[in-house]
């Protein structure tokens, strides 16, 4: 069973500052599975980023992903104050899911 | 719109049966899995299990299988998650959440990219 270890467990960063969260696989996974989602305090999860790089529909342009292998990054270059939430990665394969145990991104 | 609505909040009590319910609407039912995830309060996302409901094809979790049963009925674009004996550890947060798979430049890409509003399980004696 794959293992997705996310950090750091928080990250504080001011409003307007650049975010680097890391997922790291206990093996090598399929690119095109490796997804990040955020979410908001008292609402769901919200899909961000798919197969490593791919913006899902209406997400701006400050988020990245990046990565292959076991190592893959999510990037928010300029925080805004709706950016601050926590962040999963997640990844599918073979029938099965796994997601990290989560970044909080918070407010410096 | 692409939407998965699930039922409303739930108090149990333990050894109690229960059964709450994800109804998607906006796209084919039948032509994307079904994934079922758990929070625990204060804590990360839990795979539980998926299901396709083209075929009720179901696929757990190591860590809840013989726990929980995930089933669907195609017939009113539904799917659930039920209970026949309630811990207090099964106190949570359930989501559901289409599988998307989706096909763009040869490539087929697997996220969950909608997710129902959750649905909220307390279980107290």
């Known amino acids: 069973e794959i293992v997705l270890t996310q950090s750091p467990g928080t990250l504080s960063v001011s409003p307007g500052e650049r975010a680097t969260l890391s997922c790291r696989a206990s093996?090598?996974?399929?690119?095109?599975?490796l997804a990040w989602s955020q979410q908001k305090s008292g609402q769901a999860p919200r899909l961000l980023i798919y197969g490593v790089s791919r913006r899902a529909t209406g997400i701006p342009d400050r988020f990245s992903g990046s990565g292959s292998g076991t190592d893959f990054t999510l990037t928010i270059s300029r925080l805004e104050p709706e950016d601050f939430a926590v962040y999963y990665c997640q990844h599918y394969g073979s029938s099965r899911g796994t997601f990290g145990q989560g970044t909080k991104v918070e407010i410096k | 719109e692409v939407q998965l609505v699930q039922s409303g909040a739930e108090v149990k009590k333990p050894g109690e049966s229960l059964k709450i319910s994800c109804k998607g609407s906006g796209y084919t039912f039948t032509s994307q899995w079904i994934a079922w995830v758990r929070q625990m309060p204060g804590k990360g996302l839990e795979w539980m299990g998926i299901i396709y409901p083209g075929d009720s094809d179901t696929r757990y979790s190591p860590s809840f299988q013989g726990q929980v049963t995930i089933s669907a009925d195609k017939s009113i674009s539904t799917a659930y998650l039920q209970w026949s004996s309630l811990k207090a550890s099964d106190t949570a947060m359930y989501y559901c959440?289409?599988?998307?798979?989706?096909?763009?430049?040869?490539?087929?890409?697997?996220?969950?990219?909608?997710w129902g509003q959750g649905t909220t399980v307390t279980v107290s004696s």
């Open positions: 959440a289409r599988l998307d798979s989706n096909y763009v430049s040869g490539h087929y890409y697997y996220a969950l990219d909608v």
């Open positions: 093996q090598s996974v399929s690119s095109s599975n």
